[in-house]
């Protein structure tokens, strides 16, 4: 039976990957995920996980584990942060141009220089466009059954998942968890069938050098070039919308928690004033939210789960009629704005939706937000938007300019 267990936000995630009984963990220690890698060895030494684990020297090299185990038909699991997520960029590549179902843990965290240890979503926003689905939580119960979820999505479209969850303000936050059991999970998440194996009876090669046309192959088949193969990782991450959706749902009639959208929305019903993001400070905008109603101001917010691939849909649909936009985030694309806030215009473009959108960027390296200064900001915000001052700009948080 399930049981409900306090514990951090890196204590679910291992607990998720053991559950899914993951066959090789690739670790490498780095603030604040350093833990969850912790919680594995310790799984794996008293013989409640049967797995091999696999210290290496650099996150790079836990990417290419992974990738290597992968290939040859095995589950596996690494988790990383900040600059370790930075070093394996190359292999984020080469795992979603192999088609691997690699599942990983991003507990985010700034990036230097200067350095930092402390949250923010740069990290996993920088790695955007390397062809993984990426999957944010907003609270620890919503990391253990994400990543429980990410195998199943993973295995069914053939893409790697990363999990993304703010480093500190939930990976070391203590909160309930529903924790389902063993015989849940084997229902749900079937053994992994891989679509590459190596064999000594049959040799091939894989990942060769790729000529820019189509070719055929020794025994005359037309085999894709270096374009299809871009193509169809394309349409895997499209198709990924309707497979998370469709996972989700499974899940919910297993576990009572429902995932079925890939947003999730709070006071929305008759909001004219709807805040967006991602991950913890969604949730804190749900504070101000309720701060606002107390004044009148119909407010609500939609959270995004899924940010790759896009809910461009689902936003649309949520977001129609709104009077104001605020979206909030904790990242910035150097030189324009968030990278967010970009995504929601162009999925609002041509929709007809014309109202007034203001970007804040907040809480990077770590800083502090509070609810009443989401709170504030949106006061500030709709005076503006009523004097027609700034219609659409970019704002920053607690911070002195």
Known sequence: MAETIIMT???????????CQVQVVAAYPITPQTSIIETLSQFI?????????????????????????????????????????LYMHEQLH???????????????????????????????????DTGWIQLYCRDNQEIIDTVIQAYRIAEEVYAPVMVCYDGFVLSHTMMPVCVPDTETVNSFLPPYKPHTFLSAEKPRNINPVIFPGMRHNSEGVLCDGYMEMRYKLQEALEKARDVIVSVGMQYAKLTGRDYSELLWRYKTEDAEI??????SIATEAT??????????????????????????????????NAKALIVLEKDISYGFEGALCSDIKAAL???????????????????????????EAVKTSLEDMKSKKAQNKTIWINCRR
């Open 274 to 279: 709807l805040l967006t993001g991602m991950g």
């Open 45 to 85: 030494e008293s013989g409640a996980l049967k797995a091999e684990y696999v210290r290496v020297e650099s996150e790079h090299s836990a990417m290419t584990v992974c990738i290597s185990a992968s290939t040859v038909g095995a589950r596996v699991f690494t988790s990383t942060s900040s600059h370790g997520l």
């Open 349 to 375: 473009y041509g929709t007809g939706l014309n109202a007034p959108l203001h970007n804040y960027i907040a809480g990077l390296g770590g800083r502090d937000v509070k609810a009443r200064e989401i709170y």
């Open 287 to 320: 504070v101000a939210v309720d701060q606002l109603r107390q004044e009148g101001i119909k407010a609500g917010v939609v959270g995004i789960r899924a940010y790759r691939p896009f809910p461009r849909k689902a936003i649309q649909e949520a977001l129609k």
């Open 9 to 19: 936000g890196n204590t679910a995630a291992a607990i998720a990957a053991k559950l």
């Open 94 to 128: 080469w795992a979603a141009g192999s088609r691997l179902p690699v599942v990983m843990c991003c507990v985010n965290r700034g990036v230097g220089a200067p350095w930092s240890i402390f949250n923010d979503q740069q990290d996993s926003i920088a790695q955007r």
